[in-house]
Nanobody, 124 residues
Framework: QVQLEESGGRLVQVGDSLRLSCAAS????????MGWFRRAPGKELEFVGV????????NYGFSGEGRFIISRDNAKNTVYLQMNTVKPEDTALYYC?????????????????WGQGTQVTVSS
């Protein structure tokens, strides 16, 4: 089994930058793709982005609009979400996800492992 633990969520102001982290533990040798989804209040789950094990391939959803950057450090079993120039609509619970294979999928059911989420609130 694999456990994912997110951190870094907090209250920020419009235009700020913020970095979320997600540390994997357990059978991390099986992991391939890692990424992020988010759920804003009253809205559907939304794909943020995913990165391959090598870090050379990505897939981003519309939510990033070029402001979000995903990276990973395999030595630390950690994936990051750099959020720049945040907007009020970025307010959401951000979930870290991981899969045992390569797909770069935007679909939630492609990811076997999910974290509990970390809250990001953007105040105007």
């Amino acid at each position: 089994q694999v456990q994912l633990e997110e951190s870094g969520g907090r209250l920020v102001q419009v235009g700020d930058s913020l970095r979320l982290s997600c540390a994997a533990s357990g059978r991390t040798s099986s992991l391939h793709d890692m990424g992020w989804f988010r759920r804003a209040p009253g809205k559907e789950l939304e794909f943020v982005g995913v990165i391959s094990y090598s870090g050379s391939n990505w897939n981003y959803g519309f939510s990033g609009e070029g402001r979000f950057i995903i990276s990973r450090d395999n030595a630390k079993n950690t994936v990051y979400l750099q959020m720049n120039t945040v907007k009020p609509e970025d307010t959401a619970l951000y979930y870290c996800v991981a899969a045992d294979y390569y797909s770069l999928s935007s679909q939630p059911n492609a990811y076997r492992y999910w974290g509990q989420g970390t809250q990001v609130t953007v105040s105007s």
